[in-house]
């Protein structure tokens, strides 16, 4: 049987139609045949030139396409390619090592099938925010290998772009973060273990502390004696903060912080807070200026009252004892942004974006005093709040630390 006149070669059907009109050959010049016979040889020599280029490419595409296998294959994190409704369409070699399931089995299974039970609406919050948020998500939870074996992953996804919504896709790249978890979960209990430790003998020395004052004899001895008294009570004072911030830094990593907010006026909040801080703040130096008109703001008192002695306290001590400290505040949006501004050293712009770091401390033109977790529990606490903080500073000229909290309801 003959092949279809589609399927045969164009030689074939070029020498077919030659065959079948009238050969009409005129015989050119000499002059001409030979311009004729090295164009023919120039074309030739063209022809073969690109056959050999489009070779050579050919090779460095496949080559290329074995390199980009070999990415996407043995990457160190796993990458899936999920339908609208959550099913795995496309797995590489890392997931399948990370899931512990092969290829073949884990096409069209429900990504959710891997999600441990009490992460379940974690992950659909996160698919949700997915499919209708229309950039990049990402989450960590807990999830379960085939064989039941726990880990903790850190998924990142996108949209993949489609030409119609039937056919969109989502991508999505798949960390084991389970190591990370673990020297978390070692860094608290750390944490707790040395805030203990240190609160006991503090607590018994704080207890002792009055009767040895009784125990000193009347006259000078007494006078000599109460200073040096004195001084351990402050001492103890500091080391009782600092037991504090480390038991709250504790609190606060593992996510059993709880915040119970309630409309708040800060007008009447600040001066109680104020008349309730003067052993702890200098309120000589601090100026409260809030507008009428200031809304009430959606708080914990406790937390923010946290908050705003960390912000002062940070203020007095590297500013100088002449200076003021203001407090601002005024309404932006839906939130009210509170400002604690001082005329001290400032930070530099080098340390500014790490001021809020699990113990940092600022070195340059600023005095290495306590642990370094003020500022990163009340960065947290302005977090929990749903609030933002930030830092605008310049050396030799202070610093204005601002935080937001939401407007009432």
Not at 65 to 70: I, K, N, T, V
Not at 202 to 221: D, H, Q, V
Not at 271 to 276: A, D, T, Y
Not at 317 to 322: F, I, L, N
Request: charged residues 30%.
């Amino acid at each position: 049987m003959p092949e279809p006149p589609d399927h045969r070669s164009l030689r074939a059907r070029a020498e077919e139609r030659l065959r079948e009109g009238p050969e009409q050959v005129e015989h050119p010049a000499p002059e001409e045949a030979q311009r004729l016979i090295h164009e023919l040889r120039v074309h030739q020599i063209e022809l073969e030139l690109q056959n050999k280029e489009l070779r050579q490419t050919e090779q460095e595409l496949a080559v290329a396409h074995d390199r980009y296998l070999d990415l996407y294959e043995y990457a160190p994190v796993g990458y899936l390619t999920l339908s609208r409704d959550g099913r795995i369409l496309q797995a590489n070699l890392t997931c399948e090592r990370l899931l512990g399931c092969d290829r073949s089995a884990l096409a069209r299974q429900s990504f959710s099938r891997f999600v441990t039970s009490d992460a379940q609406d974690n992950y659909h919050f996160f698919f949700q925010r997915l499919q209708h948020a229309n950039e990049p998500q990402t989450v960590e939870l807990r999830m379960t290998r085939a064989d039941d074996t726990p880990f903790w992953a850190r998924l990142d996804a996108s949209t993949q772009a489609a030409a119609s919504e039937q056919e969109t896709a989502y991508r999505m790249t798949l960390t084991d973060v389970t190591r990370v978890h673990e020297l978390q979960e070692m860094e608290q209990r750390m944490l707790y273990t040395v805030a203990h430790d240190l609160r006991t003998p503090a607590t018994i020395i704080k207890g002792y502390l009055p009767f040895l004052l009784e125990l000193l004899p009347e006259g000078e001895i007494a006078e000599e004696g109460r200073p040096i008294v004195e001084a351990v009570r402050r001492a103890l004072r500091r080391m009782d903060m600092m037991v504090n911030d480390l038991t709250e830094a504790t609190y606060l990593q593992s996510g059993r912080l709880v915040i119970e907010t309630r409309p708040v006026e800060l007008g009447p909040y600040l001066r109680e807070m104020l008349k309730q801080s003067a052993g702890v703040l200098d309120t000589s130096r601090i100026n409260v200026k809030l507008p009428t008109d200031l809304p009430a703001v959606s708080a914990d008192p406790e937390r923010l009252e946290r908050i705003l002695v960390n912000l002062l306290l940070n203020a007095q001590k590297y500013s100088p004892p002449d200076t003021p400290i203001c407090i601002g505040a005024r309404r932006r949006d839906g939130e009210v942004m509170v400002s604690v501004r001082d005329q001290g050293q400032g930070i530099s712009e080098e340390d500014q974006p790490h001021i809020f770091e699990l113990f940092f401390r600022a070195a340059r033109g600023r005095k290495a005093d306590g642990i370094g977790l003020g500022l990163y529990i009340t960065s947290r606490l302005v977090e929990a709040h749903g609030g933002r903080i930030w830092v605008e500073s310049e050396v030799g000229k202070g610093s204005t630390f601002y935080f937001t909290l939401k407007v009432a309801e």
